[in-house]
């Protein structure tokens, strides 16, 4: 009997030792994953794109979208502290797409992704792109009843760049309301003679930026809680 015990104990102690070493480790490693479900859809159309493949940072196919563009699957990761994994996009015609993450450890999560792929006809990507929302609700069902609200960004970001194509304008009008814009982001105002700090040297309304300064010249902007003015931009 006391033969069987340490026979057992040293089983237990090779068992241990082989958790360990690094050869055996990621046996032992508790399995983790992010669910995930969407939609890839064509950057410009907005239309659906069946057979694209979605892979994970170690090359293994995730999942393959259907003809409604939709696609479900798993992401493992099995690293201490963060979350930390990557999913690249890719479809016969169009630019390859990755996303990257790195999140706080929430443990096993749902999200849903919308990717947008560019058609490759140029030297490199512009339009390209990706939002994700956190939904315990993976079903195509719940994935197109947020597809709406997609669809109206990247409506508003095309109106944005068309508004500022040619040009270096900062004040502009789109769909009845009034922006002001850098070249590395916007503000929504509420009126054309809302008061504007230029450098806090200078307050003028928001539609005499135009003629003030150019759009590429922005090093930073946002609201302000002044009394004398609403918004602050700074050049330098």
Same mark, same amino acid.
């Given at each position: 009997?006391?033969?069987?015990?340490? /026979?057992?104990?040293?089983?237990?102690?090779?068992?241990?030792? &082989?958790?360990?070493?690094?050869?055996?480790?990621?046996?032992?490693?508790?399995?983790?994953?992010?669910?995930?479900?969407?939609?890839?859809?064509?950057?410009?159309?907005?239309?659906?794109?069946?057979?694209?493949?979605?892979?994970?940072? +170690?090359?293994? &196919?995730?999942?393959?979208?259907?003809?409604?563009?939709?696609?479900? =699957?798993?992401?493992?990761?099995?690293?201490?502290?963060?979350?930390?994994?990557?999913?690249?996009?890719?479809?016969?015609?169009?630019?390859?797409?990755? #996303?990257?993450? $790195?999140?706080?450890?929430?443990?096993?999560?749902?999200?849903?992704?919308?990717? =947008?792929?560019?058609?490759?006809?140029?030297? /490199?990507? +512009? $339009?390209?792109?990706?939002?994700?929302?956190?939904?315990?609700?993976?079903?195509?069902?719940?994935?197109?009843?947020?597809?709406?609200?997609?669809?109206?960004?990247?409506?508003? !970001?095309? +109106?944005?760049? &068309?508004?500022?194509?040619?040009?270096?304008?900062?004040?502009?009008?789109?769909? #009845?309301?009034? !922006?002001?814009?850098?070249?590395?982001?916007?503000?929504?105002?509420?009126?054309?003679?809302?008061?504007?700090?230029?450098?806090? +040297?200078?307050?003028?309304?928001?539609?005499?930026?135009?003629?003030?300064?150019?759009?590429?010249?922005?090093?930073?902007?946002?609201? /302000?809680?002044?009394?004398?003015? /609403?918004?602050?931009?700074?050049?330098?």
């Amino acid at each position: 009997m006391k033969k069987i015990s340490e /026979s057992i104990l040293l089983f237990c102690l090779v068992l241990f030792s &082989l958790a360990k070493s690094s050869g055996f480790k990621h046996r032992f490693t508790e399995s983790k994953f992010i669910e995930i479900a969407g939609i890839v859809i064509d950057s410009d159309s907005l239309t659906p794109l069946e057979n694209a493949k979605l892979y994970d940072e +170690k090359g293994k &196919l995730v999942s393959t979208t259907d003809s409604k563009g939709y696609f479900s =699957g798993k992401v493992n990761y099995s690293e201490k502290g963060g979350i930390h994994f990557k999913i690249r996009v890719e479809h016969n015609g169009y630019f390859s797409f990755t #996303q990257k993450e $790195n999140w706080a450890n929430l443990g096993n999560v749902r999200c849903i992704y919308y990717f =947008g792929l560019e058609i490759a006809s140029g030297k /490199s990507m +512009k $339009n390209s792109f990706s939002e994700m929302k956190l939904n315990k609700d993976l079903t195509y069902e719940s994935v197109l009843a947020g597809f709406e609200s997609v669809k109206n960004n990247r409506s508003f !970001y095309h +109106k944005l760049a &068309l508004a500022g194509s040619n040009n270096e304008n900062v004040f502009f009008t789109i769909d #009845q309301k009034y !922006y002001i814009m850098s070249n590395t982001g916007w503000l929504l105002i509420t009126s054309p003679d809302d008061k504007v700090s230029v450098n806090k +040297k200078k307050i003028i309304k928001a539609s005499e930026l135009n003629a003030l300064i150019k759009r590429k010249d922005i090093k930073k902007m946002s609201p /302000s809680e002044s009394k004398d003015y /609403s918004y602050e931009l700074f050049t330098k």
